[in-house]
């Protein structure tokens, strides 16, 4: 059932309410981290800028807004795409079609263009996949979001461009998980149809996304598919690697949970639309769920970057260390000091860009090098 404030005309009194105060609640808590800051390492500015993003997120739990800060990707012209999954031999096990959630046409945009038509081309090009986070309800568009996160990825990964994938959202009982996993597939499926080398293939998602993406590299080492050949390095931001039928209540026991943007009614909304229904969550699926204390072995070289003043920190050092500890993995974790969850799509907000973009040169030598 949908809260108050998602229906209108409450939801468009409230939404009213929230612009108008706006620029009032940000002098005043503008004021009062100047005195005293939301997090000790932080200054008023970075305060903020977390207290501001955490407003969002709860403006759109309770009215359940999913797109603010989205672009149609159609407005993209030539540069969008939309890709039909591949046969259904692609999706077996966890990723086999389940009731309602079946493999379906998903939507993307190149950034800053459409690859070469030219295959000798092509081959030569490192291509990145971007999953976006949103705690798999909330999405953010390829331009707002897409565009600076693209121009950090050409200039310090070494990435020639990037496909904004447009997972569906978990909002229907057709959308739950493995749907989101189902995406990425279709997306990984397309890049290599284009001709893409599967070395020149870098996963990359952030919070969620950066869940979906571990994901995808768990089933295509499970399924060993000889058309699913693995790619040549997957890097995560801030994953969310522990998924609950409690994740809002386990959020609120983590260090750094007050200060961080991240809410616990909003991870919850999440969580419930994304979990299987009824929060069930069968055993061969746990992993692909919630990978934290559930490592597996892989060929492909994994970089882990996490905010060293997140709540998510200690579940993702967790899962870094298990994996790096499973042998023949190749695992990289870095660790940003002062920095809040998920920098890479707020960097522009918090002002730590020479940290991170030293943990991107960092990323590009380890995944350029990893034997």
């Not at 468009?12 to 100047?34: C, D, E, G, Q, S």
């Not at 990964?157 to 997972?167: E, I």
């Not at 998602?205 to 994901?215: E, L, M, P, Q, R």
Request: some cysteine; charged content about 20%; overall charge negative.
């Amino acid at each position: 059932m949908a809260p108050p404030l998602a229906i209108q005309p409450l939801k468009a009194i409230y939404t009213t309410f929230i612009v108008l105060t706006v620029p009032v609640r940000a002098t005043y808590l503008y004021l009062k981290y100047l005195a005293k800051p939301r997090h000790p390492e932080w200054n008023a500015s970075m305060s903020l800028s977390s207290a501001l993003l955490d407003l969002f997120f709860h403006y759109s739990t309770v009215t359940r807004s999913r797109h603010v800060l989205d672009d149609d990707p159609k407005k993209a012209k030539e540069r969008f795409v939309q890709i039909e999954p591949p046969p259904p031999t692609f999706f077996s096990g966890v990723l086999a079609p389940t009731g309602p959630v079946k493999p379906a046409p998903v939507k993307g945009v190149w950034l800053p263009s459409l690859p070469p038509t030219n295959s000798a081309e092509l081959k030569k090009e490192k291509v990145i996949l971007h999953f976006p986070g949103g705690g798999f309800v909330v999405t953010f568009g390829h331009d707002f979001s897409g565009r600076p996160i693209t121009e950090m990825f050409t200039q310090h990964l070494g990435a020639t461009r990037v496909l904004w994938s447009y997972y569906r959202l978990a909002e229907s009982e057709e959308t739950r998980f493995p749907a989101a996993v189902q995406d990425a597939l279709t997306f990984y499926r397309y890049a290599l149809s284009l001709g893409y080398e599967p070395e020149n293939i870098i996963l990359s998602g952030d919070s969620a996304g950066g869940n979906v993406a571990v994901a995808l590299l768990r089933y295509l080492e499970a399924s060993k598919l000889p058309d699913l050949p693995p790619p040549g390095g997957v890097i995560v931001f801030s994953p969310w690697v522990s998924v609950t039928a409690g994740a809002g209540a386990d959020f609120e026991k983590c260090d750094n949970h007050k200060s961080d943007y991240l809410n616990g009614p909003f991870l919850q909304w999440g969580a419930e639309s994304y979990l299987p229904p009824g929060g069930l969550v069968p055993a061969d699926v746990q992993p692909y769920i919630s990978p934290v204390h559930h490592p597996f072995q892989t060929s492909v070289p994994i970089f882990i970057w996490a905010g060293a003043a997140e709540a998510f920190y200690s579940d993702i050092k967790a899962f870094a260390d298990e994996m790096a500890g499973t042998q023949g993995n190749k695992v990289r974790f870095h660790a940003q000091e002062r920095a809040a969850h998920d920098l890479l799509m707020n960097l522009s907000l918090f002002k730590l860009e020479e940290g991170f973009y030293a943990a991107m040169k960092e990323a590009c030598k380890f995944l350029n090098n990893a034997e």
